[in-house]
């Protein structure tokens, strides 16, 4: 069991403004109706690697234990494979609050910095605002660089293959008009820093 499961947590560790801020972002409106059944955490093929389990992670997030659930590896470990939120008997949107809380991790600079999946997540956004169009080759050679170069490495032959085989591309496209992404991005911002506050 790892200290963040044996942790006693006092009503001074909310923070009561956190669930709000949840519930206002998309597809997490439903948490309040969790009750507690588990099926979530029972359904997930990798809770056992999780610090919290799904269960948990919504039991604390609708009680404003920010720390605890932005500090968790739950969220990155997360595969996103909807799978809880298919079998909830509440129809909660437990995928879409691991989204959230990814987000909300960033947005606090709190996410694990070599940990491959939020390196992966923002080298996305930073390629897709740049270009509108997303490189598979560029986007793994460039978050393997950030998180784990060692591990770029070793996969090295598979990727020459992928490239012989023209599975992988060096090619870098970009959109016509990617002011008009531009704009659609900047009003998204513009509502999560809104939230955000
Ligand atoms: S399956 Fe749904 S209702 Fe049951 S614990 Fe998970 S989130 Fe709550
Ligand atoms: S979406 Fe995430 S939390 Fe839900 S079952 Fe899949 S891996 Fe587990």
Redesign the pocket.
Known sequence: MSSIQRQIRFESDRDPGFADEIRAMPGCELIDRCIQCAT?SG?????TYMELT?RRIIELTRNGFKQDVLNANTIW?????????VECPKEIG??DV?YALKTKAIQAGVEPKHLGPPVLFKEFYNMVRKTGRMSETQLAVRSFIKSNPMQMWGMKWLGLRLLKTGRFSVKLEHMPKPSVLHTALDHADRIDGRRAK
């Open positions: 979530c359904v997930c093929p990798v809770s799904p470990i997360c595969t996103s494979c909807y799978e809880c939120q437990i995928t691991m």
